[in-house]
């Protein structure tokens, strides 16, 4: 697929996406909904690339979903478009993928983050969910996923009264794993994503799939998958080298195995 709404890179074995409609605000339009979630797939898919990082530039992360391109949209348009279904792509994704944002993340900006694994934010990142300013709600899973991860009470706040939080907000609610400088955020976040990638792969794999489905059970259905995700590393060539290299006081060599 070629790309003309998002820039993609490969640094070591971390792949890049980058959101490229600066005169937008990296505002999604189907397009680059399209082209980002194509790229997520072809990185899961690349065995060179371990974690994945979705970023914009140091303005706006995303300022949400194509207000412009949405404004005239009837029902049947949004039910048939796919423009919000096809947000369910990023849950397909099995390997981590990070968000590193700078500047705005709003709407369906906010959104993607939240759908992320991880978060690496600069220092002048701002995260809100602003429908309700448009009439609208959150469509991209904003109202659920904001909920489980920041709490009822913030969570009502931001959607129905336009709370925006600092990055230090989201950091101290929870919705961000690190702050870094403006200047280099990308390169931060590489090097946390470089970190992530040089983990044995298939137990991230597994670690990925029952941490999510916290998200998603029972408690008592969560340590099945838990049980069901642990004990077939056992049968990996990762887990007896892991425990090997331990004993041996040696770094691991991971296969992937
Ligand atoms: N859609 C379309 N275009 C957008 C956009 C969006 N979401 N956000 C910004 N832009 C465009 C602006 O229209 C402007 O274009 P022009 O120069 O052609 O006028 C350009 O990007 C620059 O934006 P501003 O001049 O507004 O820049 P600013 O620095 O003054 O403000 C901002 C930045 C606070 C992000 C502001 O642009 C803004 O509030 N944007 C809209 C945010 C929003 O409401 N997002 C929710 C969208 S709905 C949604 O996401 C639904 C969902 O759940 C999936």
Not at 184 to 211: H, N, Q, T, W
Request: hydrophobic share 45%; aromatic share 8%.
């Amino acid at each position: 697929m070629t790309y003309t709404t998002i820039l993609t890179e490969t640094r070591g074995r971390v792949g890049i996406a980058q959101l490229n409609r600066p005169q937008a605000m990296n505002a999604f339009n189907l397009a680059m909904l399209g082209e980002v979630f194509d790229a997520l797939e072809t990185f899961d898919k690349d065995e060179h690339v371990g974690a994945i990082i979705v970023t914009g530039n140091e303005k706006a992360f995303a300022a949400g979903a194509d207000i412009k391109e949405m404004s005239e949209a009837s029902y049947i348009q949004m039910v048939t478009e796919e423009r919000v279904e096809v947000w369910n792509r990023i849950r397909g994704i099995r390997k981590p993928v990070i968000a590193a944002v700078s500047g705005w993340a709003l709407g369906g900006g906010c959104e993607f983050v939240l759908s992320c694994d991880m978060v690496v934010a600069s220092e002048s990142a701002r995260f809100g969910q602003p429908e309700i300013t448009i009439g609208i709600i959150p469509g991209a899973g904003g109202t659920q996923r904001l909920a489980r991860l920041v709490g009822k009470h913030l969570a009502m706040e931001m959607v129905i009264n336009n709370r925006t939080l600092t990055a230090q907000e989201a950091l101290q609610f929870g919705l961000v794993n690190r702050i870094v400088a403006v200047e280099g955020y990308l390169d931060a976040a590489v090097a946390f994503a470089e970190e992530i990638a040089s983990r044995a792969p298939i137990a991230v794999r597994m670690a990925k799939d029952a941490v999510n489905a916290a998200f998603e059970t029972t408690l008592t259905e969560g340590l099945a998958v838990e049980k069901r995700n642990f004990y077939p590393l056992f049968a990996t060539e990762d887990q007896k080298e892991g425990m090997k290299a331990f004993i041996e006081k040696r770094k691991p060599n991971w296969k992937g195995k």
